[in-house]
C-alpha cells in the first residue's frame, strides 16, 4: 500500500501539468494528503514486529540480464522518513497556496521532488535508490532557479553542482557494491561479507558522495545559499526532506554494507560532525539574513545526524533518526514563517530592518509561531529537538564523550543565534535602558499594515508545530519503531 505514496505523487504531478490553472493547488494538496494517509495508515497498521527488518513490499524484474529490479522495501526507519515526507509535503503546499506565477509548474516541480524523496526512502534495489536520489535534484534546480529570490541562478547552479558531485561519488560506490557482491539488492548486499581492503575506500567514496547532501561540512556550503535563494517551498523541502535523502542513504546503504569501512572511518565522521555543529552555529550568529541563519542552523543541526551515526550504537543511531524527523518538522515550521509570513509580507530578511518593525504586534500568529519553532530547534524540553538530541548525547557519551561535552557546547551556539535571531525578528532591538529603539515608528504598526496571515498558512503552522510537540511528549511512538531497525543492522558496536 505504501508504495502508492509514490505513483500518486507522480500522478498528481502529471495532472497539475494537463489540467487548467484553477485545479493545481487543489490536485497538489489531495495528492499530498493522500500519500500522508497512506504513511500513517501503514504506521498504524502495521505491527512494531514487522518493522525491524526491511521487508519487500513490491518486486517487479527491471533489467534482468543487469539484476535490476524495481524493488520496494519498508522497516521503522524508512517509515519514519516516509512519514515526515507526508507532513512536510502538505505543509509545503499550504504555504504555497497563494502562488500565482507560473502555478502548474510550480506544483509539477514541488510534486516531482516529493515523489523522488518517497521513492529514495523506499527503495530496496541500489540502482533504483540512485535514479530516484538523482532524479530530485532536476526538479529542485527549476523551482529555485526560477521560483527563487536572493542570487536565484547562482544558488540552483551551486546546489545542482555540488549535488552531481556528490552523485558522482555515489555512484562509483554502487559499482563498486555491484561488481564485488554480484547483486543490487540492498538486502543481499547487507548479507554479503565484502574484503576489508575493499571497504576500507569505498566507504568513505560512497559515504562522503550521500554526505554532500546532509550537509557535512566542509562541503556544506550549498546548503545556506540554497536555503535563502529557493522560495518558502523549496526552503521547505530542502531543508525538511532533501537533506535527509543524504544522510538516510549514508546509514541504509555505506553503513550497512560496509561495516568493516565504517567502524575504520567513524572517528572522522565524528570529527567532522562536531566541526559542523559548532562552525555552522558559531557562523549563524553573525548572519544579518534571517534565512540565512536558518540555513546555518540546518547545517549544524544535520551535525548531530552524523554524530549519531558515528556513536555506532542503537541508542545513538535512533536518535540520529529521530533527529532526521524531528529536524525535517522543525527547519520546514521555520523556513515557512522566514519566507512566508515574514518575507512576503514586509519584503525584506535583513535583520537589522526587520529589528525596527516590532512585528510580535502586527502579526502575532508569526511571532506565536516562530517562538515555538525557536524553542523546538534549541531543544526545550517537550519538543522533539530535545528527544532527538538527548538520546544522540547518551550514545555519543558512550562511544565519543569528548565529542559529546563538544556538541553539548554547540547547543549553546544554537541557543544564542536562535534567541538573536528571535529578537530580532519580532521584539525589536533594545537599547542601554532597554527602550524598544525607533520605538515612534515601530509601535504605530497595527495588524492593518500587512495582509493577516491566511488559514492555509495557519493550519500548515499548526500542523508542524503539533508534530514537533507530540513526538517531544511521547518520543517512544517513533523510536519504538526506529530501535529495532536500527539493530538489525550490521555495523553496531
Known sequence: MISWTIYLTFGGGVLVLVLPRAFARWIALLTTIAGLALGMIVFVGTP?????????????????????????????????????????????????????????????????????????????????????????????????????????????????????????FVFVGILVAYVAGGSLDLNQLSQFEFSPQLQSWAFPVLFLGFAVLAGIWPLHTWAPTGHAAAPTAGSMLLAGIVMKLGSYAGLRVAMNLFPQGFQMWSKWIAVLAVIGIVYAAAVALRQRDLKFVIGYSSVSHMGFVLLGFATANALGVSGAVLQMFSHGVIAALLFAVAGRMIYRRTHTRELDALSEMNLSHAMPFAAFTFVVAAAASMGIPGFSGFAAEITILIGAWKTYPIAAW????????????????????????????????????????????????????????????????????????????????????????
Not at 515608528?441 to 498558512?457: G, Q, Y
Not at 503552522?461 to 518520543?475: E, H, K, Q
Open 406 to 493: 563538544v556538541a553539548g557546547a554547540g547547543i549553546v551556539l544554537v541557543a544564542a543565534f536562535t534567541l538573536r535571531a528571535l529578537k530580532l525578528s519580532f521584539f525589536g532591538q533594545k537599547d542601554a535602558q532597554g527602550e524598544v529603539t525607533k520605538d515612534t515608528t515601530v509601535t504605530m504598526l497595527s495588524r492593518e499594515e500587512f495582509n493577516p496571515i491566511t488559514i492555509p498558512e495557519k493550519i500548515g503552522a499548526c500542523m508542524l508545530m503539533l508534530t514537533t510537540l507530540a513526538v517531544g511528549v511521547y518520543p517512544k511512538l517513533l523510536l519504538d519503531r526506529i530501535m529495532p531497525a536500527v539493530e538489525t543492522m550490521r555495523f553496531l558496536k
Open 48 to 168: 512494531i514486529a514487522d518493522l525491524a527488518h526491511f521487508t519487500t513490499i513490491v518486486r517487479v524484474p527491471w533489467v534482468p540480464a543487469l539484476g535490476m529490479n524495481y524493488h520496494l522495501a519498508l522497516d521503522g526507519i524508512s517509515l519514519t522518513m516516509v512519514l515526515v515526507t507526508g507532513i512536510a509535503a502538505v505543509s509545503t503546499v499550504l504555504f504555497s497556496w497563494d502562488v500565482e506565477r507560473r502555478q502548474n509548474e510550480f506544483f509539477f516541480w514541488l510534486l516531482l521532488v516529493v515523489a523522488g524523496c518517497y521513492g529514495v526512502f523506499l527503495s530496496a534495489d541500489l540502482f533504483l535508490l540512485f535514479v530516484f536520489y538523482e532524479l530530485v535534484i532536476v526538479p529542485k534546480y527549476f523551482l529555485i532557479a526560477i521560483f527563487g529570490s536572493t542570487n536565484k541562478e547562482y544558488g540552483a547552479m551551486k546546489l545542482t553542482l555540488y549535488s552531481f558531485f556528490g552523485g558522482m
